[in-house]
């Protein structure tokens, strides 16, 4: 009997992308495999499943695959949180600090609502900077974000303690220590 896969057994590991040192785990291999999808998508929900949630949030790119799938499953909208420049109309913009510079993240000015309960949805957790800015943008319009869910979490990078010392719950499917 073939032992049956872990949600690690799809995702890939390509050393030395983007850059040399880098160990880049790539998600779409686990995109690709229904089997795959299918698990990542359920196990993110389940411990939202007595949640009020009225809208889901999804950080580019990876995210919008993830989040439009979650909202899906939970009948609710589905925001995308994205780089500047790239939404029509109206947006409000939050910077945040990478490495070696910075960027900035938009929402449409209108994608909530006062007192909406939000999901915020990513594949990775690294450094956590850029979830930090959406739950900052989703804050801004009077929504309140109820958790955040991110198939991989990279712990070295300290990701999932920023978002707790916002008082965020991090549900994160596996993480990967150093390697």
């Known amino acids: 009997m073939t032992p049956r896969k872990t949600l690690r057994d799809y995702i890939r590991t390509i050393p030395d992308f983007p850059h040399e040192g880098i160990m880049f785990r790539d998600v779409t291999t686990l995109f690709a ?92 957790l690294a450094t956590g900077g850029t979830a930090r800015a959406g739950i900052q943008l989703i804050e801004r319009l009077g929504a309140e974000v109820v958790g955040c869910a991110f198939l991989i979490d990279l712990p070295d990078l300290g990701g999932r303690k920023l978002l707790e010392e916002m008082d965020m719950g991090v549900h994160a499917l596996t993480s990967f220590d150093g390697d």
Do not use: C, N
């Open 33 to 124: 495999d229904p089997r795959g999808f299918r698990i990542a998508v359920d196990q993110l929900l389940d411990p939202f499943v007595d949640v009020k949630i009225d809208k889901v949030a999804g950080l580019e790119a990876r995210g919008f695959i993830l989040g439009g799938a979650v909202a899906h499953q939970l009948s609710v909208g589905f925001v995308p949180i994205r780089k500047k420049g790239k939404l029509p109309g109206k947006t409000i913009a939050q910077d945040y600090v990478l490495e070696y510079g910075k960027a900035t993240v938009e929402i449409h000015d209108d994608a909530f609502q006062p007192g909406e309960r939000v999901l915020l949805v990513d594949d990775l």
